[in-house]
């Protein structure tokens, strides 16, 4: 009989052996899964990261861009303001030359 309560025991004890294996076999495999999904989110991150970067650098040449064009059109807007001035002093001598008053 006590033969008999032994191998009972020990078949319980396998059995939670068993059992406890199934358990972590189960949970490695979850781990593993888990793994998986965070290293397709970080990938997922750097991709969004690399068209974020990329989108910024356009930007920021646009921008460059732009700044340039103003620097362009202000050296025209001195151009011709500095062409106006003569303009005046011209029509203003004509006028004096020709007697007239200046409107």
């Keep these: 009989m006590a033969e008999n309560q032994e191998i009972q025991r020990l078949r319980r004890e396998l059995e939670d052996a068993l059992n406890r294996e199934r358990a972590l076999r189960q949970s490695e495999e979850y ?3 888990h ?6 989110i970080i990938n997922r ?7 974020v970067d990329a989108h910024l650098n ?8 732009t700044i340039h064009q103003a ?3 202000q050296q025209q807007v001195v151009r ?3 062409e106006l001035v ?3 002093q011209v029509i203003d001598h004509l006028r004096h030359q020709l007697g ?3 409107n």
């Design 100 to 102: 007239l008053r200046r």
């Design 35 to 40: 793994i998986e999904l965070l290293r397709n």
């Design 86 to 88: 003569i303009c005046r």
């Design 58 to 65: 356009n930007q920021e040449q646009e921008l460059a861009n």
């Design 31 to 33: 781990s593993r899964a």
């Design 45 to 51: 991150h750097h991709d969004i990261s690399r068209f």
């Design 80 to 82: 011709q303001e500095g």
């Design 71 to 73: 620097n362009v059109l």
